[in-house]
């Protein structure tokens, strides 16, 4: 299963739009469950909220914009061989100011997309975009638009 | 001016709300013109359509993959600073296989947001939100969800 932990709710009817169009594309490839928590504005509590959700069993990534660097293809990969040893990813998106330390250092991996700060929406879009690409690539599928 | 030359039809309803969202964002700040062009699927005639519209006099930045990065703080400094000597600055967004080498080697800039490869349409509203975000960054605005 692909899970993915955020915070906050979409604002606008086109992110929700966005989100459900990509949610339902990687639904034909895999088994997934977005589980959007409320934005706390209070850090510690925020990580009192995802860790009720989190897993040590589960391969855990999380969205920082310090981790990791990888192309598509790459990622493609990483999902491919998580799933070898391990029946769930899940992806964590924090709030504004990110995920906590505490759980980035739990976490089995810290990724990161870009340099750039991306609002919690659409960084939710493009995971879920990105997600369902690496299925593409997985499954030699053409897909580059 | 903020010029934004790109490729091809948007294909989603939510695209289209998700971009026009951000350019009228924008134009609380800036004037903003985005021009459309077909996407040719032959390289050639796409290089020659984007250089009808490619002016020397502007500062022309090339949304590149293997381009350089940079936060979304000295994304705001580039904006600011290269408005000092420019009138505007044009982004140019290539279809799915990118920009000729042609153009990538005559404009002033090359700019990745990301290591990842994204569906244009999706990369045209994150465009739009950096050079939104920039815009708030340089009014000492905040902006961070």
């Given at each position: 299963m692909i899970k993915i932990i955020c915070l906050g709710k979409?604002?606008?009817q086109y992110l929700y739009e966005f989100i459900?169009?990509?949610?339902?594309r990687i639904e034909k490839y895999h088994k997934i469950n977005i589980i959007e928590l409320k934005d706390y504005?209070?850090?510690e509590k925020e990580t009192e909220e995802i860790l009720k959700y989190y897993n040590s069993n589960e391969f855990n990534i999380?969205?920082?914009?310090e981790g990791k660097k990888i192309s598509s293809e790459k990622f493609a990969k990483l999902i491919n061989d998580t799933f070898i040893n391990y029946s769930t990813i899940t992806f964590i998106i924090g709030s504004?100011?990110?995920?906590?330390?505490k759980i980035k250092e739990k976490a089995n991996l810290?990724?990161?997309?870009?340099d750039n700060t991306f609002p919690h929406g659409i960084f939710r879009g493009i995971l879920l975009e990105q997600i369902y690409r690496a299925f593409k690539i997985n499954n030699?599928?053409?897909?580059?638009?």
């Open positions: 979409l604002k606008k459900n169009d990509y949610k339902k504005e209070n850090k999380v969205m920082a914009i504004s100011n990110g995920v906590s330390e810290n990724l990161s997309f870009s030699n599928e053409i897909y580059h638009k």
